[in-house]
Every structure is written in C-alpha cells, then in structure tokens.
C-alpha cells in the first residue's frame, strides 16, 4: 500500500498542471491532473495556451511543490528551460519542474540537463507518472 503524497507538514503535496505556449491540446493534461488528485496530490490546472511567466506567477501563489509541464508543440526543451530559469531566478529552484507529452527518448537527457526533476516521455504510464511525482516530492522534503 502506498502512502498518500504530502509534505512534512502532513498537507497534501500541491502539483501545478501548466500548459506552456501555443499547444491547444489539453486532454492529456486533464487526465494527469485527475490521475494525480486521485493519487492524493492537491492539483491546480492553469489551462492552455500558458505564459511562462504566468505559470511562475501561479506557482508561487498556490506554493506547489511541483510545476508539471504538458508540452506536445515540440518546444519542450526550449521551454522547460524557461520555466526552471524564471522558477530561479523568483528564489523558487526548490520548486521540481516534471515534464511530459510529446518527448522523445532522444530529448530526455536535454530535459534534465535543462533543469527537470523528472521527464515523462510519450507511453509513460499513469503509475509511473504517479510514482515519478511522488518521488520528485519526497526529494524535495528531503533537501
């Protein structure tokens, strides 16, 4: 049995689910966020078409422990590195960034040298992805 995902604090750790750039495709999105709320992560969905700057704004405000990128436009890698420099450059580089979608295994390496904690490539499965976020959680709870 697994444990539901929280903070030392014991409140359910909080996942910002972002839509970065000019994608309009959101079902994916929607079904990682229910699948992580199912999960016990508290979830808060920004839409489509999101700013970077937006979604750093956001991640501050709602004080996630994980900013997930659903990116299928191709620009993953240009803009997950956007997200972690302007997460940094807020004082926020503790706050994990996990991005997933339309990536090729080639891109994965790319990814975490960008800054992601984790990468979810095209055919992860929903348990793996619970799995990855949790982890990525219990990193940072533990630095």
């Known amino acids: 049995m697994t444990t539901s995902p929280s903070t030392s604090a014991g ?45 750093v704004a956001t991640a501050l405000q709602e004080d996630v422990a ?15 590195g956007r997200v972690v420099d302007a997460l940094r450059a807020a004082d926020a580089g503790d706050i994990g960034v996990v ?16 800054g992601a904690a984790a990468v979810f490539p095209t055919g992860t499965s929903l348990e793996e992805l619970v799995t990855g976020v949790r982890q990525v959680v219990e990193r940072a709870e533990a630095q």
């Open 11 to 55: 409140v359910p750790a909080r996942v910002l689910v972002a839509k970065p750039g000019l994608d309009g495709h959101d079902r994916g999105a929607k079904i990682v966020a229910r699948t992580l709320r199912d999960a016990g992560f508290e979830v808060i969905y920004t839409g489509i078409r999101q700013r970077v700057e937006d979604i």
């Open 99 to 114: 991005v997933g979608g339309t990536i090729p295994q080639g891109d994965v390496p790319k990814l975490l040298a960008a």
């Open 66 to 80: 994980v900013v997930g990128l659903s990116i299928l436009s191709g620009a993953h890698v240009a803009l997950t």
